[in-house]
Each structure stands twice: as C-alpha cells, then as structure tokens.
C-alpha cells in the first residue's frame, strides 16, 4: 500500500525556504528606498528641494492664484518622463504593478528583466512626486516580485519555483510598506499564486514576516523609520457592535459592490479613450498628467499617494462638501491617469475612495457605527471588491488599524461587496488588463478533480493482454483490425507467466509494416529471419501505475512519457497486470465533478398530512 500524504512538498521547499529570507529582506529594504524616493520626487518638484523627508509628504494644499496655476504642469512633466521611460527603458513599467506580475507569472515562465527592479519604482516614485493619485503598493509588487524573480534565475529553479520566490518577494514588499504581514500572504494567495500548496505559502509567509520584522527594526532609528505600526491606528478601539449596525454594513457592501463595478469601467473605458487617440503611447501619461493638473487645482487632497487623507478619514475629520470633492476629483484623476498607462499602484486610492465613500455614508444618516467607523468598513470593502480579494480586504484594514472589534462587520461589508461584484462584473480590475492582452485567468480554486478519485475507480478492469510470442500478423487482425467499439489502441504484453514486459498500441505495429514496406533491405531481412511476434514491436520498458495512486498522478505520468495508457499493477507484485488506464478513462473524474455542479436533486421529502385526516385523527374515539 502506497503512503500517500496530504501533500507533495519535498525537500526543496526548505531549499526555498533559505532562499525567501533574504528575498524578504531585500524587498523591505526596497520599499523604504521607494518611499524615500517618492518623499524625494515630491520635494523636488512641488518644494524645489533636494532633502530626502523621512516619511511621505502631500503636495501643497494652500497655493492660490498663478501658482496654482503653474502646477497643473508637474503632474505633465511627470507623465512625459514616464513615457520616456517606458518608450526607451522598459514598457513593462507601464500600468500598476499586480497586473504585470500576474502576466509574468501565467505566460513568462515567472522571469523578469533586472531592469524592471530599476525601471518600476524609480518611475513610480516619479509619477507620485509629480502629485499622481496612486499609492506605493502596485510598483512596489512588482519591483518585490522583479527581485525575487532575480533571486530564482540567479539559482537553479523550475518555472514553478521561482513563481514561488516572485510572488514571496511581492509580499514581502507589501508587508513592509504596510506592516500587514498577513494581508500579504493573503493577497499573495488571492491574486499571484493560483495555488494553496506548502511548495509556496511556506516560502511566501517567511518573507512577508522578515520583510514586516526589517520594518520594525528600521523603526528604531528614526532617520529610516517607516512610520508606525499600525499604519493607521484607532484609538480608542471601537466598543463590540450592535446588530443594528452589522446589519446597515449590508448596504454598505452593495453600495462598495457598485463603486467597485464603476471604479473598473471608468478606468478601462478611459484606456479604450487613450488608444483611439492617432497618437503614441509615449505620450498618453503627459495627457493623463494634464487631467491630474487639472482636478489637483480644483481639490488639491486628491493628489499624492494620500495616506494623510486616510488618517483624517480614519479619525473622522471630514465635512460632507470636501468629502463629495475628494471622491469626484480621486475617482475621475485616478482613472484618467491609470487608463493613459502610466506608473503607480491601486490600492491607496482605493482606500482613500471607499473611505470617503464610508463618511458620506455617516454623515447622510447610516444607522450605527460613527465617523471613524464607517470609512474604515467602506475602503474595506471597496479593496475587497474592486480587487477580488474579500479575505485581504478583512485582514488589511484590521492589521492597518488593530480594531479587532470590527472583525464581524468587516468580514459580512467585504462579502457583500466581493458577492456583488462577482455576479455584476466579469473581471477585475486586475483580471482586466491580462485578458485584454489575451489570456483568460481563473480566480477559483478547488481541488483537482483528478485528485480525488484513485486509479482503481476508474481504471478498466480485467484487462486484456496479449501473449509476447504472438505473431505480429495475428495480432493485427485479431486486435487491431475489425469493429472499433472493441478494440483498443494499445495491449498489455505479458510471457507465459503473465507477467508484464511492455504495451504495443497500434502506432508501433503500423509503423512496423511501413517501415518495411518502405525499406527495401528491410522487407528482404524479414523474409528470411523469423515472424515478427508481440515481444519484437515493444519499444520501451513499460510505464505502470498502482491501483491507489490518483488519477492526477495517472495524467502526470502520461503527459511526462508521452503515453495514452498505463498499465495498472498489483502493489504486492509490481509485474502482475490487474487493469488498464487510458486518457478517455480521465474524463470520468471531470464528468462526476460537472455532475455534482449540475444535477439537482431533492434527497429527503417531508410529507404533509392531509387537513381532513388530521382532523379525524383528532377525534375522539
């Protein structure tokens, strides 16, 4: 009987394991560097100064007359050395980061240029100095995800393998720009590794959790700190909620479900607008810079990564007319600007529009909760549906603010809003961009239908085998030739003491007589040497399976030999044939799992008795 385990990890993982650690801690090193970049960026081109700040900075909020004017322009500048960049450095700085990584890993083998660990956060930095409306995170996923790729090519790895380290070094970069070392990992599972194994959530988590102690460490010295932790605290934390206000978060989900649905077709419908445009692409970011200038001279909050207008938000400093300002101006600057192709992430201004969203939503009247309450569950669920990511949304907001009172009416705003979105909304706005360039990704996961069904229950049983001193001509027209619904492809071949020596399928008999027909010296050798017998048409040894083993186990081994069928072996005697498996045969788990999906069935029925004979059975007697 075969051991067969829970899962299929070896010892390769603690080889990536070793190799994670310093992935994590070179991406937390490079998020401070990309902070400091976007605090530098700012300061030379709103402030005119060279000084790099120690935490990130606004632009100004208090200029009137020509030089608000003047500064529509930087955010154009900007964007023109942005199209610069991406037209002579590397076009794959262009958009937000998450989008890229995924491409890289569905249909780029995991390999990224060393260039883009450059490239991206330098332009990035460039684009929110110049006063874009992005946040840090989008560009520093990649820029993570680009070094742990370098760290895999650098080493010998599979295509699988270095997914793992890309994806571990994107985490990593997250949980230190943050200090959400969990939401990492889980935005990790939810939107790069396609997959739940240990082979990756082992690696991935031990560098989001080096990269989240770096950020600790770098707080004791306060030249390099990188803010507190938490990011955002609430202080007091909100008092355990009533049931009036778990169920207004209801609402608060639909309502984060349809900005979430406008918030994507805004920006792919000014995408579409750019690339009607008779002009090149270079040029698209300094146009969606203009539109920035623009809504920046009309409400300057709404430029910068804005974590300050979190804070506010978060603490309930907020009046209704700026609010409904902020997320007029964020909402069409973001998407004109995200659309032009230009550099810088999604998730900051994501939280800056759902909370926004949440304050309104207090200040028209939502029942329960309070100013600071109804922001935070709003970004929440905004992320969580715009994104495709409820449990990150969850775990993001609590580990940015540590109110673990608001666990409950996160998680019900979150799934309300990710249930609306995935019945309203095809793709996300991350999904969007890769099938657009034409690969379709899958966002469920489910166990392999393969995996869960043994050879045994599948396998054709008894087999029929032929004998290895069999003439070749016999065996074609016994079991080659004739009506198809009984004959097969291929045969065991056992000796006389039904023991297995290899499998002939009709490809190699053909290919046989062909040969010979075609070759005259051929043809001549075998009218004097002995009749060709089944023993003589076997081209390898055979390629087996045991009855316990799965089926996917079954497909892997076909698909690495080149093979339609395997021979099926007792356990207790590796050479004694009991059954066959063929390709057809690896439908039948697919065709149970569509059954279990379709077919509806009601198994208990509850009868009800008849009003009259309850009545008489009432009576007395």
Not at 216 to 222: R, V
Not at 266 to 291: K, N, S, T
Not at 391 to 403: K, R
Request: charged residues 15%; aromatic residues 6%; proline residues 7%.
């Amino acid at each position: 009987m075969l051991n067969k385990g829970d899962f299929t990890a070896d010892l390769r993982l603690v080889w990536l394991a070793a190799l994670a650690v310093p992935t994590g801690a070179l991406c937390g090193l490079v998020a401070l560097v990309l902070q400091r970049l976007i605090g530098l960026f700012t300061n030379l081109f709103y402030y005119q100064s060279l000084t790099v700040p120690h935490e990130l900075i606004s632009p100004p909020t208090d200029v009137h007359g020509w030089v608000a004017v003047a500064l529509i322009l930087v955010p154009v500048v900007g964007g023109l050395i942005i199209g610069l960049m991406a037209r002579y450095g590397s076009e794959r700085i262009r958009g937000h980061g998450i989008p890229e990584a995924m491409e890289a890993i569905l249909i780029g083998q995991s390999r990224m240029q060393p260039r883009v660990a450059v490239l991206k956060p330098l332009s990035s930095a460039i684009s929110i100095g110049s006063g874009g409306p992005f946040g840090a995170e989008g560009p520093i996923i990649m820029t993570g995800g680009a070094f742990g790729s370098i760290m895999a090519q650098i080493c010998r790895t599979t295509a699988a393998e270095r997914k793992t380290l890309l994806v571990a070094g994107a985490a990593g970069g997250m949980a230190a720009t943050f200090g959400t070392p969990v939401a990492a990992v889980l935005l990790a599972v939810e939107l790069l590794l396609f997959e739940w194994k240990p082979r990756s959530l082992v690696p991935v988590a031990l560098a989001s959790a080096v990269a989240a102690l770096l950020r600790g460490l770098l707080q004791s010295d306060p030249r390099l700190s990188l803010g507190p932790t938490p990011l955002f605290p609430i202080l007091p934390p909100h008092d355990p909620l009533d049931i009036v206000t778990l169920l207004a978060c209801v609402p608060v989900g639909l309502l984060a479900g349809l900005t979430s649905l406008l918030l994507t077709g805004a920006v792919y419908a000014a995408e579409d607008a750019f690339h009607r445009l008779p002009i090149h692409w270079m040029w698209w970011p300094a146009l969606g810079g203009l539109a920035v200038g623009i809504g920046g001279y009309f409400q300057p909050h709404a430029l910068g990564v804005g974590y300050d207008n979190i804070e506010r938000l978060l603490h309930g400093q907020y009046q209704l007319g700026p609010l409904v300002a902020l997320i007029a101006v964020k909402f069409a600057i973001w998407a004109i600007a995200l659309g032009s192709g230009t550099s810088g992430g999604v998730l900051a201004p994501l939280l800056i529009i759902g909370g926004a969203l949440g304050g309104l939503e207090h200040l028209l009247g939502l029942p329960g909760g309070d100013a600071q309450f109804w922001p935070l569950i709003s970004m929440a669920a905004v992320m969580g549906g715009t994104m495709r990511s409820p449990l990150t949304g969850v775990l993001f907001a609590m580990e940015l603010t540590y109110d673990l009172n608001t666990f409950l009416a996160l998680l019900i705003a979150t799934t309300v809003s990710h249930g609306f979105t995935v019945l309203f909304m095809k793709r996300s706005i991350l999904t969007e961009k890769v099938a657009r360039r034409g690969y379709h990704v899958s966002r469920e996961y489910t166990v392999d239908p393969l995996e869960r069904l043994s050879v045994s229950e599948v396998m054709t049983a008894p087999v029929v085998t032929i004998p290895a001193s069999l003439p070749a001509r016999e065996l074609l027209g016994t079991y080659f030739l004739g009506d198809p619904t009984t004959k097969h492809q291929g045969y065991p071949v056992v000796d006389p003491r039904g023991e297995l020596l290899g499998v002939v399928t009709r490809s190699s008999l053909l290919e046989h007589w062909v040969s010979a027909f075609l070759d005259p010296e051929a043809r001549s050798e075998l009218a004097k040497t002995e009749p060709i017998i089944a023993y003589d048409l076997i081209g390898r040894a055979p390629i087996t399976i045991f009855p316990e083993e799965t089926c996917r186990t079954a497909a892997e081994r076909m698909a690495a030999a080149g093979v339609g069928r395997l021979p099926v072996v007792s356990s207790e005697g590796p050479q004694k044939v009991i059954g066959i498996i063929t390709r057809s045969d690896l439908l039948k788990p697919r065709a149970r799992s569509v059954e279990e999906e379709v077919r509806r069935e009601r198994l208990i029925r509850l009868r009800r008795r008849s009003r009259h004979k309850t009545r008489s059975e009432g009576r007395p007697g």
